[in-house]
């Protein structure tokens, strides 16, 4: 073992350690270097700390066998739905809506597999993975690698309640009012869920709650045109090698060893990026922020015109998440601006044209609600 470079006080030094077996060409990397800066006031160490955290997180909470897992981005979803049916309830008890008590299980249910499951599944792969999606269509069964989008969900209800309004003859923007009052408690869950799966990470970041996140490095290729990049996927591929990986499975390997093997992790944190959080951003903006917002009006004004709280979701959704998008490590560009912040700008329109359509609409007298068909 190489005696480790030392820079400052050594008596305040942090080893990192050295491994004789990586390829010389990567061993400036992994010298080992003590930490000798003097420690800051104790005031300053849990910024420290955060900044430094590596997530390793499993986003399995049950193992049976390597197929039947209990995930909780599954968890995710059924606690959505619950809180979904449990207000919906609520509202059809109050005699707010266009449901009664008796329809709800059968809405909810079929809006969260016509609507939420299939509309985010398919806008995922026409909205972020169109050309692999259209190369190889039978892709889009294959939902144990992931890959739903909030923006395909949203569509998904839309056609979804347009549909149940017409073949029940229901107000359409009557439907969509309570339904938009619980959606952002899904969206909530789902953020918690992208956290604890580590991914849609966030950009650089130098503040006190900066995390790592493993997910980085498997965007890094040995072959990359970025000689830094090209040279940090070599030294991950060193070291998982040393830990068992599979080279056949690069994604799913430096997940599983940065989260099972603690040399591999150690390993791999100098080479990681202190990165925002943006998934619980996210989860407390376009979640429980928005959750509020509509939750106040719609206990506040249960006669409402039609139209005004599907209104209010679309355009407040839409400026939330081009907010929080400055924040999450884009995928692309779009004219300048991140996938999701260029979605995000139809959906306020579609926000004015229902809130156009509300503004016409007469004030509902109590009593006035539609429960009929």
Known sequence: MR????????????VVPFDDTLPARFRWQAHPVRDCTPPPPAL???????????????????????????????IAYVMGFIA???????????????LKESEV?????????????????????LLYTRDDFFAHPLSFFQIT??????????????????YFALKHKRSWPGLGDNLVCAAPLGLFFGRIANF?????????????????FPEEATRWYPDAIDPELASKAE??????????????????????????????AEGLRPLLTSRHPSQLYAAALEGLLLFAILFTVREKYPRAPHGLLTGLFFICYALLRIFDEQFREPDRLIHGITEGQYYSLFMILVGAAFLIYAKRQKPRPAGSVSTAG
């Open 105 to 125: 299980a059968d809405f909810i249910t079929y809006a969260a597999l016509f609507g939420v499951l299939l509309g985010g599944r398919l806008g995922y792969m």
């Open 44 to 74: 300053f160490y849990p910024v420290i700390f955060l900044a430094e955290y590596l997530h390793r997180l499993n986003p399995v909470l049950l193992r049976l066998t390597d197929s039947i897992q209990l995930r909780w981005y599954g």
């Open 3 to 14: 005696q480790p470079i030392c820079k400052g006080n050594a008596d305040r030094a942090r």
């Open 145 to 162: 690698n992931g890959g739903m989008a909030s923006h395909g969900g949203i569509a998904g209800l839309f056609f979804f309640t347009l």
């Open 196 to 212: 604890i799966n580590g991914e849609l990470y966030g950009r650089a970041a130098s503040v006190p709650w900066a995390m790592k």
């Open 235 to 264: 030294t991950v591929r060193v070291l998982a090698l040393q830990n068992g990986a599979n080279p056949e499975s690069w994604h799913q390997q430096i997940m599983s060893l940065s989260r099972t093997s603690d040399a591999f």
């Open 84 to 98: 979904g049916y449990w207000l919906l309830v609520r509202w059809a008890r109050k005699g707010v809506g266009e």
